[in-house]
């Protein structure tokens, strides 16, 4: 069984920053695209930020120039350094992540964590 498990939220002044971690567990054989979505309340989930085993990344729009997404292939884990977090940066944030194990790849999701900003 894979487990995504996501640290790291919490509530920060706007202008501020934080650091998400999200760690997979299990029984891998190996991970490829990882990655962070956002829930508002009443809006639906969006693609933060995605990077490839490789390396390479993409962002929303709206996140461009201030969040960067990382990986340690070697921990299984992904980051999102967020800086000059706005109030409309409040959200769930939800880890993604690609994973084959003894089955075929499929989608991961973890539980989520708060991020709130505050004005």
């Known amino acids: 069984q894979v487990q995504l498990v996501e640290s790291g939220g919490g509530l920060v002044q706007a202008g501020g920053s934080l650091r998400l971690s999200c760690a997979a567990s299990g029984s891998i054989f190996s991970i490829n695209a990882m990655g962070w979505y956002r829930q508002a309340p009443g809006k639906q989930r969006e693609l933060v930020a995605a990077?490839?085993?490789?390396?390479?990344?993409n962002y929303a729009d709206s996140v461009k120039g201030r969040f960067t997404i990382s990986r340690d292939n070697a921990k299984n884990t992904v980051y999102l350094q967020m800086n000059s977090l706005k109030p409309e940066d409040t959200a769930v944030y939800y880890c993604?992540?690609?994973?084959?194990?003894?089955?075929?790849?499929?989608?991961?999701w973890g539980q989520g964590t708060q991020v709130t900003v505050s004005s």
């Open positions: 993604n992540a690609d994973i084959r194990t003894v089955v075929p790849q499929r989608a991961y």
């Open positions: 990077i490839t085993r490789g390396g390479s990344t």
